[in-house]
T-cell receptor, first 113, second 109 residues
Framework: DSGVTQTPKHLITATGQRVTLRCSPRSGDLSVYWYQQSLDQGLQFLIQ???????AKGNILERFSAQQFPDLHSELNLSSLELGDSALYFCASSVTGLNEKLFFGSGTQLSVL | QKEVEQDPGPLSVPEGAIVSLNCTYSNSAFQYFMWYRQYSRKGPELLMY????GNKEDGRFTAQVDKSSKYISLFIRDSQPSDSATYLC?????????FGAGTRLTVKP
């Protein structure tokens, strides 16, 4: 168990809908990262937060947004969902946010039908 | 050219074999080198973490970094069926982290 908690584990929804994925980092970790992993692609970095502030942005679509709250948990919001958004979404956390050791959650499997 | 190149495999070996997994990279700014193991549909798990060139050993696993060649390796000795997973290399500096595509390994009993 990495100590990173993601909910829900599975999410099935329809095209055009909006969903929210939730992540609680390891105790003491200030930084949260979101990654997308689909079958034909590796881990794609979406966005990073450190202590409530956005630190880095990767290949995140404009339809997607995220935030980190004062209690350090984070939410990833996906809207106007398309079939191609079906993927595993991982949250990871680290202590300082300087891209050192990342600890990953077990992921949320999103299926868009 | 991708920043991190990793052969996706699949790689199949008999139990007890020595496994060699490799990645090359192009960005000489990378300072930290990691290997993650990912079981099917689970989150990646940090396996090895190294900072400098050279070897680091942890049980049956040895991570090797050659910064001059921009080449990193993971060796698994006495491989077990429980080692069957996808192995992802990763490398970072303070501002950026990159993952390889992952190599799928199967260890057959």
């Amino acid at each position: 168990d990495s100590g990173v908690t993601q909910t829900p584990k599975h999410l099935i929804t329809a095209t055009g809908q909006r969903v929210t994925l939730r992540c609680s980092p390891r105790s003491g970790d200030l930084s949260v990262y979101w990654y997308q992993q689909s079958l034909d692609q590796g881990l794609q970095f979406l966005i990073q937060y450190y202590n409530g502030e956005e630190r880095a942005k990767g290949n995140i679509l404009e339809r997607f947004s995220a935030q980190q709250f004062p209690d350090l948990h984070s939410e990833l919001n996906l809207s106007s969902l398309e079939l191609g958004d079906s993927a595993l979404y991982f949250c990871a956390s680290s202590v300082t946010g300087l891209n050192e050791k990342l600890f990953f959650g077990s992921g949320t499997q999103l299926s868009v039908l | 050219q991708k920043e991190v190149e990793q052969d996706p495999g699949p790689l199949s070996v008999p139990e007890g074999a020595i496994v060699s997994l490799n990645c090359t990279y192009s960005n000489s700014a990378f300072q930290y080198f990691m290997w993650y193991r990912q079981y099917s549909r689970k989150g990646p798990e940090l396996l090895m973490y190294t900072y400098s060139s050279g070897n680091k050993e942890d049980g049956r696993f040895t991570a090797q970094v050659d910064k001059s060649s921009k080449y990193i390796s993971l060796f698994i000795r006495d491989s077990q069926p429980s080692d069957s997973a996808t192995y992802l290399c990763a490398m970072s500096n303070n501002n950026d982290m990159r993952f390889g595509a992952g190599t799928r390994l199967t260890v057959k009993p």
